[in-house]
């Protein structure tokens, strides 16, 4: 039998407990006087960051940061179509990564019952040298998975080995190779799929999903 040209896809995932939690709150104040409305903004958050610096200080937050000062004003209508005196409106930003969700969850049960104080989402990842040890593992998995489907498909044709000639992410693997053109091997990398891109309100989080799917073409003899 001649040459064969066999092109197969690769998949494979990992499943990670996540090793950090960013997490943002907001301080929020209103009333009608500007002077007096920016003073008990920065009285309300004045905690809230002393509670993040503290455990900065003891190591379970990795990194913390605050948006500046934003103040509007407006005159807000009422039920019978008047328009009321100037509201004003102060809030600040705070962006915290915790090390330790055991004392994230113990963090957020005292600041949201603080005056002022509302809690927005988690997010959950990985840190950087985690995240690409595992890409880099689930990706060499992904290859070794279309390795072995080539080789299957090989041995069914009653074919003794395979040598690869393309190998690319998902969808990008070339088309219409001429048979017996010079045999090369293209690394594009792997397309990684992660599901701790979302924001959750969970502070027990699920494992984080990595993925990688790759294709490749072989020429199996």
Do not use: C
């Not at 943002?24 to 903004?41: A, F, H, I, N």
């Not at 002393?50 to 990194?63: L, P, W, Y």
């Not at 690869?164 to 053109?181: M, N, V």
């Amino acid at each position: 039998m001649s040459d064969v040209t066999i092109t197969v896809r690769g998949e494979n995932e990992a499943r990670v407990v996540p090793e950090r939690a960013t997490i943002r709150v907001t301080v929020r104040t209103e009333g009608p006087e500007r002077t007096s409305v920016v003073d008990q903004l920065m009285h309300l958050a004045e905690p809230v960051r002393a509670s993040i610096t503290q455990r900065k200080d003891a190591g379970t937050v990795a990194e913390w940061s605050s948006k500046r000062l934003a103040v509007s004003a407006d005159r807000p209508w009422n039920n019978e179509g008047k328009r009321l005196a100037l509201v004003y409106r102060a809030s600040v930003d705070f962006s915290a990564t915790f090390t330790d969700p055991s004392e994230l969850s113990i963090w957020v049960s005292d600041i949201s019952a603080w005056d002022g104080v509302e809690v927005g989402w988690v997010d959950w990842h990985l840190t950087p040298e985690t995240r690409t040890r595992v890409e880099r593992d689930v990706a060499s998995s992904a290859v070794s998975v279309a390795v072995a489907r080539a080789e299957a498909y090989a041995a069914a044709l009653g074919l003794a080995s395979v040598t690869p000639i393309e190998i690319a992410d998902a969808g990008l693997i070339s088309h219409g190779q001429t048979p017996g053109a010079p045999q090369t091997m293209k690394a594009r990398g792997a397309a990684f799929v992660a599901a701790d891109s979302a924001p959750s309100m969970e502070y027990e989080p699920d494992e984080i999903v990595v993925s990688a799917t790759v294709e490749a073409r072989f020429n199996a003899h």
